[in-house]
């Protein structure tokens, strides 16, 4: 049976593959994408004609209450991934994380107790988490916050929380680890490593070479988002989605190096080190809870998934500045 429901978040990354992979099975989309004066819908207007036809757009701003509670309305299941992400950027404009993150979720919340919304997924991150205290790292791992980014996305977890204990409200709290794939911003470690070899540098331009990430294709991470809205069990529940394995930046860098260009060297640059007590060094995740009530398993290997972000971004070199460190 097909539901409506709204993405909000649609025009960034996740939330593309999203309202792509949720037209795919036969869901009624409605996308909620950040107005702006040049009309675009991000990824949303790269997506095939027969997929975006069949999307409902909607030009709006989380940070407005009136405009989330027009989106949402009609709406069955509301999957909210619209979010500030990037960390640099949050260390030097926290404000507009905490109106973004937290004040954009607590409208999101607010409509869909007013209109009895069936289903709402609330959009975490690993990095709530902090560095690990112990792995793999489950759910009832502590919280720390490192970076306001991170500070933002607990306390927006701590209201939808809230919102199921205090009123009963039918919200889930998905939490991806690292996702990696076709679409992803510039800013993100591996669209950096593979644009700078396809761009034919021999030395990378990277940060801090030793954390270790969870790395989660995209394709999976989505459909872990919609294993989630179709599991009643997961109504107030926080989940993981994690492979449970661990890279390096390190290792990392020397793979795609391997893959594209093996004369290609590593540079580390200041300014791209995140602050000492910032710098998140480990994430290694388990998504046991998740695979025990959905089902749900990587479809991708690591490999698969590099190859379909490096296939991507060769055909999509222009769009990206190769080499510029983005905040």
Not at 35 to 55: H, Q
Not at 233 to 255: C, D, F, K, P, R
Request: proline share 5%.
């Amino acid at each position: 049976m097909a539901h409506t429901v709204l993405v909000t978040g649609a025009d960034g990354f996740i939330g593309s593959h999203l309202a792509e992979e949720l037209v795919k099975s036969g869901e009624k989309v409605r996308a909620f994408c950040l107005y702006n004066s040049f009309g675009s819908c991000g990824w949303v207007d790269t997506l095939p004609p027969e997929i975006k036809n069949e999307i409902e757009i909607f030009m709006g701003d989380v940070r407005d209450p009136n405009g989330v509670r027009t989106a949402m309305r009609g709406q069955e299941r509301v999957f909210h991934l619209a979010a500030l992400i990037a960390i640099p950027f949050s260390y030097h404009s926290p404000d507009s994380y905490v109106d973004t993150n937290i004040k954009g979720t607590l409208n999101v919340l607010n409509a869909a107790r007013e209109l009895d919304t069936h289903r709402v997924l609330v959009t975490s991150t690993s990095e709530v988490y902090g560095t690990a205290q112990y792995v793999p790292i489950d759910e009832k791992h502590p919280f720390q916050g490192q970076s306001p980014y991170s500070a933002t996305k607990i306390g927006a977890d701590r209201l939808a929380e809230s919102f199921y204990r205090s009123f009963g409200l039918p919200v889930s709290i998905v939490r991806p680890f690292n996702t990696y794939g076709p679409r992803q911003s510039g800013r993100a470690i591996i669209p950096t490593i593979i644009t700078q070899l396809l761009a034919g540098q021999t030395e990378i331009r990277l940060g801090n070479l030793t954390p270790t990430r969870d790395f989660n294709y995209v394709k999976d991470t989505a459909h872990g988002f919609m294993a989630i809205a179709d599991c009643a069990q997961a109504v107030g529940q926080e989940l993981n989605i994690a492979t449970g394995i661990e890279h390096s930046i390190g290792e990392l860098a020397a793979e795609l190096i391997a893959q594209i260009n093996p004369a290609a060297t590593i540079l580390c640059e200041a300014e791209r080190l995140r602050p000492e007590n910032s710098e998140v060094n480990r994430l290694l995740g388990s998504a046991d809870k998740l695979r025990e009530m959905t089902g749900w398993a990587p479809a991708y290997t690591f490999a698969q998934g590099l190859a379909e972000t490096i296939s991507f971004l060769r055909a999509n070199l222009d769009s990206y500045k190769v080499g510029q460190y983005i905040l």
